[in-house]
């Protein structure tokens, strides 16, 4: 135990100080871990790039002999694959021919006719071509490789590909090297052209392997300019023997010299090709890197709590990335060089590695305490982890150093690469990953700071008492101008996957870009393809024309004579990248005309007479233009493999022929006359062409623009909207700050309009509802109440200014009234006079009657009622004319006089303290008259009552209808900061940190109507429950004293249970009945601020630390502790199936409830309040700066935001109640807002 | 009165609710169209077992290959120039089994009652699933001295496979069980002349068969445990909301 536990501490405490230096001095930490990097992979740059071009080398002809198979000692410069036989030597016999001097009578078909029938003699000569000499008689037969049957898939090429013989290619191939099928053939470039591949080929064509040439250089085309005609044939030959080549090469050169042919026959290459990586190795190698980039994506999307997280995400793959390569480039230093295959071990290398510690790092720190110094959090959360990080670094050397020993080569380089990279990848964490997390940490802490004040500034200015005396904020960094915050001007919506990647499809267009690129490519490769044969046709269209104008004699139109270049249709133009030559004249032809038709006219047209075959360098080795996949495709076709091995290619055999205009018309087929060349081209028919050409293509123009723009009306006509533009249709949002303007939508608008609530003279500090009736207090002490349905003020209870500021009450109050029914509704409105201190009645009363017949009319019994009472009242009034006039209704309603006068006759005395509560009651509430100056600072709303705690600690009730007070407490003086009032219980709390319970109790007079609704039965609010006839009291049955050590800030009540939260970082649930505290919930480390119980008995509490707990009321125990706030968290509500949870970081937070796994967050607008509420089980509702937002809570997408008042200066909505209606209300200023959610209300019906 | 107006505002808000988010979403009870398809069992059953039917097939395609490409497998040359180049038979079944033992093991764990905590997220299965690819690859491409190192060696990977990713006992004893099961398959198929392998030395079979066979039960259960994690979640939501 105490070696692992000193092991333990050891490391920890090295961690801990590492933790503290990287967080220290980040910048020269990064600089040098990215100095080791790079030193480390360093050496990578002497390893070949990987690639799969083939490789060459090349050696003289003379000293050739075959490189024996083991190395040999000094070897120089030449590489380890030239060790030896090649699998081929390559004879290249390169045949230019041109039809010289060239004749106007000649058709274009007789360009490439007779000099393509020339290889067949050629093809004769080399396969007869015998040496012999003293060694004896060589032919081809004997040194030729010789091949036996194509590969089954490549029976289209039966006919053409040589079998069962030498391989020798050549263009006779094309008819089966019989003289006779070329001559009988009509169109030799159909033939040609029948065996191409249709589409994008990047591989050899049919046609280069046989041509030996790129096809653009053949010259076999109709279009040829220069006429001559280029083409190879080629001799594979096994085995290389220098006489018979030589001969043959001799006799080839004696029997069609060329002229000016100065090729270097001295080198040979070798090439050696790399192993080429098929389809089917591809797929299982695409496989796993699709796992590894799943894994690397599950992975990282658990980074969380930082400030940004595709910054770490990136850091994290760069850590593990780089110490692979520092792995590989580790090993190369040492002297081992890498033979497996880089691409095939990576992701299982970085599966071994893997991002598990980082990602343990990343949890670990953020998970440390908000509120510690950066430097420290990383520590300690380095200490935290480094046991295990520690343990399974060990696990992993020990498991790779068992698969070292399993002494298989392969394994073993594997493990060796692993073992490195995990070390390097560990260095890399502890250095690298680490200090970026301090970085960004930091960053975080920065913005968390700037972005909270204004939050603060938004929040109600503090109230008097220490509500909530918060730490006193961090103080500011010495540089905050280096932190640029971004302008929260859109909110982050938190959608679902599928609705995201459909917004973003919409937003960059994406789809449509792919399709035009696409449609584009499309086009291109069709040009450049041509498949349908298009640009044939549509020369053959023209030149079709041509005729038919000649025929019609010179008076046709000569806009119909064509140039010969759009001679007949011909396929093999499609080979060519670029358009039909243009047919410009060209004057200096007329000069080098050599023959007499030459001076015939103008004959622009004319070509050089005599073609020139020229051998330039780029002749020596013309197999270097082919694909370099030209000789693998060859030789694959016979099933033989060039992966790994090398062929050399021998210096190519000039061939020039030279043939006369006779021999050329000789071989000519009768169909290639068919369509002569015009007889005299003119130049008119030059421009003619062009202009043809140009008309077609100004019609083509024209008609694309046509096609454009009855598409665009055609959009236009379908979809009026003008997506993503704030334009007509988003009036409402004239903010400009529509949170769906990320995605170019607006959310559906429909009808909802606040109903404003004036009358408040100031800022409205508690509101309080209890569905039928709603209870707004603001700063100066008013006290209105207002219908919920309607919006009407009901009730105004005044303060002590207005009632001191004149001698009838009443008026003033009438002033304040919105309306007349509003009067109506007060059955007694004379009641209020009777808190103050006057005696004189009279000009009450007769204020009241001029009232009094529609009140009588629309309650008649209670009216009738009321006067008596109030005739009783003014009688017990002038009874005892003392100036601390009792100013309790009980005393007026109550059903027995003469205990009622007898009581207040002991309490006009004075009496003793020791009295029962109901009389300190009454002491308090003679008081309360004078005590107007102290502040509401939490109210109630139960039924008819209003329960007000005062700033002084006073208790009062008030009727809400009537506007009396119905009695008053002053038991404590300390004041209440919070108030819970269920069934017949209220609960305060004061700012002590003490708890006082009080019972509502209610004298029912005698004689009057049944006992209605027992309070403390039903969950439902006794809604009116109590009548102005009631005898009210309010006795203080226990009071906690020492309920919590510091302030307490939060009270709830439900389900029969309190539940308190406070400063001192304890949630503390009471049992209501008997006020006996149940258990004490430890778990934050911060002050509370929030708590959410309902009557399922949920409850949840968030504090300033953060951290939001779900505990089980009936245990007491912690159900889930999740940390999802920077700072505190301000709002809790719950659904059935999730928790909802605002902080201070402008976020909200929706949990799973059974889980405790965050579903998502939504990110809000800075300083836009923290009310939350819950309308139905999803839709939730947060207030905004002057508005109030919807949002489905299903998927966290904003359905709508309501904009509370015209102007636009920030108000925000501090205080948020959703009433039973799907009616909220929320405080906006001085005003308040009952918002209806018509939508909701729709479907009442 | 007021709870019968409670009553009808909650009937209300639901309703509105959906009207008001209806876009497309119509028949939701309470989360998402895609939840409360989820929470329907029978369908969340045939989801997750089409889940792992097509990630069967596609290991079956994929890991085929390799060991094609390797010629140790032959199967009758018609179609062997094809891509997919084994019979045809051979990913249903692979994908069948697959569903088969995905839907198993969280069946199992939830029998014996002791639910498996162990490693509980995607990238741990993305990683087990490439660990399993891994040894797939190990067993086609690299050359072992003799073919007692080889399935020894894959033994021991197939056993530190379940070890970093499983270590529940019920998934060891289900994992043997079931590659023994298939060993005993693949030598009446090969007895029966379906397919060969080139250099059988464990009866018809290669002897490192059974260890691929008990390291993909184990990476199948992985995925089946932890899809069934996510109807675990909505079902427990259910009874709470019950």
Request: overall charge neutral.
């Amino acid at each position: 135990m105490t070696l692992r536990e000193r092991l333990r501490e050891k490391i920890s405490a090295a961690f801990y100080h590492h933790g503290l230096l990287c967080a220290s001095y980040p910048v020269p930490i990064i600089l040098f871990t990215s100095a080791s990097i790079l030193t480390c992979c360093y050496p990578l740059l002497r390893l070949p790039l990987p690639g799969t071009g083939p490789v060459e080398f090349t050696t003289g002809v003379r000293d050739y002999t075959v490189p024996s198979h083991e190395p040999q000692g000094d070897l120089g410069e030449r590489p380890d694959w030239y060790r030896g036989p090649p699998v081929a030597y390559i004879q290249q016999v390169l045949v230019k021919a041109a039809v010289s001097p060239w004749d106007s009578s000649l058709v274009p078909v007789d360009v490439f006719r007779s000099p393509l029938g020339r290889v067949f003699s050629l093809l004769e000569e080399i396969r007869n071509h015998v040496h012999s000499d003293s060694t004896g008689v060589r032919s081809l037969e004997a040194l030729c490789l010789q091949v036996t049957d194509l590969l089954p898939g490549l029976r289209r090429m039966q006919s053409v590909l040589p079998e069962h013989g030498c391989l020798l290619v050549s263009p006779g191939n094309y008819w089966q090297n019989q003289r006779e099928l070329f001559d009988s053939d009509p169109d030799p470039l159909k033939t040609i052209q029948k065996h191409e591949p249709k589409g994008l080929h990047t591989s050899a064509t049919l046609r280069d392997l046989l041509f030996g040439v790129p096809g653009k250089h053949t010259g076999v085309s109709h279009y040829n300019r220069k006429r001559v005609v280029t083409y190879t044939i080629t001799v594979v030959l096994v085995s290389y023997d220098t006489r018979f080549l030589g001969s043959l090469r001799s006799r080839l050169k004696q029997l069609h010299p060329s002229a000016n042919c100065s090729l270097r026959d001295d080198h040979m290459v070798h090439v050696h090709f790399k192993e080429e990586i098929g389809i089917a190795e591809l797929i299982p190698l695409v496989t796993t890197y699709i796992i590894l980039f799943a894994y690397i994506y599950f992975s990282t999307r658990k980074i969380d709590m930082v400030k940004s997280k595709w910054g770490l995400a990136l850091a994290a793959v760069v850590t593990v990335l780089s110490s692979l390569l520092m792995s590989v480039g580790l090993c190369t230093l040492f002297g081992l060089t890498p033979t497996l295959n880089g691409g095939e071990i990576f992701p299982y290398l970085v599966v071994v590695i893997g991002l598990e510690n980082v990602l343990v790092l990343t949890k670990s720190v953020v998970s440390t305490p908000v509120d510690l110094e950066v430097k420290l959090r990383i520590a300690q959360g380095l200490s935290n982890e480094s046991w295990s990080i520690m343990k399974n670094m060990a696990t992993e050397l020990c498991i790779i150093l068992i698969g070292y020993f399993t002494l298989v080569p392969a394994i073993q380089e594997f493990c060796l690469f692993a073992v490195v990279g995990l070390v390097s990848d560990f260095f890399l964490q502890m250095f690298f990953f680490t200090t970026v997390l301090s970085i960004d940490i930091r960053r975080m802490e920065l913005a968390d700071l700037n972005r909270r004040l204004p939050a603060e500034a938004g929040l109600p200015p503090p109230k008097p008492g220490p509500l909530r005396p918060r730490e006193a904020p961090p103080p500011p960094r010495p540089s905050p101008h280096t932190i640029t915050l971004q302008t929260p001007a859109f909110r982050n919506l938190r959608l679902p996957k599928r609705l995201r990647v459909v917004y973003f499809l919409a937003r960059t267009r994406l789809a449509q870009r792919i399709i035009m690129v696409g449609t584009v490519i499309w086009i291109g490769i069709l040009v450049y393809t041509d498949p349908a044969g298009l640009r044939t046709y549509l020369a053959a269209q023209v030149s079709e024309q041509s005729p038919l104008g000649d025929s019609g004699g010179g008076g046709l139109p000569p806009h119909l004579g064509v140039a010969p270049v759009f001679h007949a249709g011909d396929p093999t133009s499609t080979l060519s990248v670029l358009p039909a030559p243009e047919p410009t004249p060209l004057p200096e032809n007329q000069s080098q005309g050599h023959h007499g038709s030459a001076g015939a006219g103008p004959r622009p047209q004319v070509p050089p007479a005599v073609p020139q075959i020229t051998w330039g360098a780029e002749d020596e080795e013309g197999w270097r233009r082919l694909s370099f996949r030209h000789w693998p495709s060859l030789f694959s076709y016979y099933n033989i493999t060039l992966a790994k091995r090398y062929i050399s290619i021998l210096p190519v055999i000039p061939v020039t022929l030279h043939l006369s205009p006779q021999e050329a018309i000789e071989t000519r087929h009768p169909q290639d006359t068919r369509h002569p060349p015009p007889p005299i081209p003119k130049v008119s028919a030059d421009l003619q062409t062009d202009l043809t050409l140009y008309k077609v293509a100004a019609l083509g123009l024209a008609a694309g623009v046509l096609l454009v723009l009855l598409l665009f009306c055609l959009y236009r006509v379908l979809c009026p909207r003008n997506y993503g533009q704030n334009g007509v249709a988003h009036g409402r949002r004239r903010r400009g700050d529509l949170p769906c303007d990320d995605y170019g939508y607006s959310p559906p608008v429909s009808e909802i309009s606040p109903l404003l609530l004036r009358g408040h003279s100031m800022d409205i500090e508690c509101l309080a509802s209890d569905g039928m009736l709603l209870a707004s207090c603001c700063l100066a002490g008013q006290i209105r109440v207002w219908d919920a349905q309607t919006g009407d003020c009901l009730t105004v209870i005044p303060n002590h200014g207005l009632r001191r500021s004149s001698s009838s009450g009443c008026w003033e109050q009438r002033d304040g009234w919105d309306n007349c029914h509003l009067l109506r509704r007060r059955s007694v409105p004379a009641r209020p006079t009777l808190f103050t201190d006057q005696p004189d009645l009279t000009p009450l009363i007769d204020t009241n009657f001029t009232c009094q017949p529609p009140s009588h009319l629309a309650t008649p019994p209670r009216g009738g009622f009321d006067f008596g009472g109030l005739v009783e009242r003014a009688y017990l009034e002038h009874e005892s004319p003392s100036p601390s006039t009792y100013p309790s209704p009980s005393s007026a309603a109550s059903s027995s006089p003469p205990s009622a006068a007898h009581l207040q006759r002991r309490r006009s005395l004075g009496d003793a303290p020791t009295l029962p509560a109901q009389d300190r009651a009454s002491t308090a509430g003679t008081q309360a008259t004078a005590d107007w100056d102290s502040s509401v600072w939490a109210m109630e709303l139960r039924g008819n009552l209003i329960a007000a705690g005062r700033s002084s600690g006073k208790l009062e009730l008030w009727d809400a209808v009537e506007g009396s007070l119905r009695c008053s407490n002053e038991d404590g003086v300390s004041g209440i900061t919070a108030l819970a009032f269920l069934n017949n219980r209220i609960v305060a709390a004061r700012l002590n940190g003490s708890l006082d319970f009080f019972t509502v109790e209610i004298n029912k007079p005698l004689g009057l109507l049944q006992y209605r609704g027992a309070p403390g039965r039903g969950s439902m609010p006794p809604s009116p429950c109590y009548s102005s006839e009631d005898v009210i009291s309010c006795q203080l049955t226990r009071s906690v004293q020492c309920a919590h050590q510091k302030p307490i800030t939060v009270l709830r009540a439900a389900a029969g249970r309190v539940v308190t939260g406070s400063q001192d970082h304890t949630v503390r649930v009471y049992r209501l009945e008997d006020s006996c505290c149940l258990f004490t919930l430890q778990g934050h480390s911060g002050g509370i601020t929030a708590i959410y119980i309902d009557q399922t008995m949920v409850l949840a509490s968030g504090g300033q630390d953060g951290a939001i707990c779900l505990w089980d009321v009936l245990t007491g125990s912690r159900v889930s502790h999740v940390y999802g706030h920077r700072g505190d968290v301000t709002s809790l509500v719950c659904t059935t199936s999730c928790v909802i949870s605002s902080g201070l970081d402008d976020l909200i937070c929706i949990w799973d409830r059974s889980t405790g796994i965050k579903l998502y967050s939504i990110q809000q607008e800075v300083g836009c309040g923290a009310s939350l509420g819950v309308i139905s089980e999803s839709l939730l509702v947060t207030g905004g700066q002057g508005c109030v937002s919807f949002w489905d809570l299903n998927f966290g997408d904003l359905l709508q935001t309501v904009y509370l008042g015209q102007s636009s200066d920030g108000q925000g909505v501090r205080q948020l109640l959703v009433l039973d209606n799907a009616a909220i209300v929320c405080d906006f200023g001085s005003e308040l807002s009952l918002v209806y959610v018509p939508s909701v209300l729709e479907k009442l019906d | 009165m007021s709870l019968t107006l409670t009553a009808m505002t909650d009937s209300t808000v639901t309703g509105g609710q959906q009207q008001r988010s209806g876009s497309g979403q119509m028949s939701r009870p309470s989360r998402g169209p895609y939840i409360s398809v989820i929470t329907n069992r029978t369908t969340n059953l045939v989801i997750r077992g089409t889940m792992l039917f097509s990630v069967g097939v596609f290991l079956a395609l994929v890991l085929n290959l390799l060991q094609v490409q390797r010629n140790v497998t032959l199967f009758p040359p018609d179609v062997i120039s094809s891509i997919f180049s084994s019979a045809w038979w051979v990913p249903p079944c692979c994908g069948t089994a697959s569903a088969m033992i995905g839907l198993l093991y969280p069946c199992i764990d939830s029998r014996l009652g002791e639910p498996h905590k162990f490693k509980r997220e995607w990238s741990s299965v993305m990683r087990c699933v490439a660990v399993f690819v891994g040894i797939n690859h190990a067993s086609a491409k690299v050359d072992f001295a003799n073919n007692v190192q080889l399935s020894l060696t894959l033994a021991a990977l197939s056993i530190g496979l379940w070890w970093t990713f499983d270590r529940s006992r019920s998934g060891f004893g289900l994992g043997i069980g079931i590659a023994l099961l298939a060993t005993l398959a693949t030598q009446l198929l090969v007895y029966n002349g379906v397919f060969q392998y080139t250099s059988p030395d464990f009866l018809y079979i290669r002897s490192w068969l059974p260890c691929i066979f008990f390291a993909g039960v184990i990476t199948m259960g992985n995925i089946g445990r932890q899809l069934a994690l996510y109807e675990y979640k909505v079902v427990q939501e259910k009874t709470h909301q019950d």
